[in-house]
């Protein structure tokens, strides 16, 4: 059986949107025994864009 949890990160810019510091996330996640299972768009603008998205983490329960 496994446990999930949720990390929102949101894009950030003007003209060009980026979404940074995602990288560290997983990373940090890893160390703690988390793997990284995906991810959940939560908000996206009227062209399509993602603006939110919830990273998917997974460990498995003792």
């Known amino acids: 059986m496994y446990t999930y949890e949720y990390e929102r990160i949101c894009a950030k810019g003007f003209f060009e949107l980026k979404i940074e510091g995602y990288e560290e996330i997983i990373a940090c996640r ?25 990273l998917v983490f997974e460990k498995e329960l003792p």
């Open 30 to 54: 890893a160390e703690d025994g988390w793997r990284y299972v995906g991810n959940i768009p939560v908000l996206q603008d009227s062209h399509g864009l993602i603006l939110k998205m919830d």
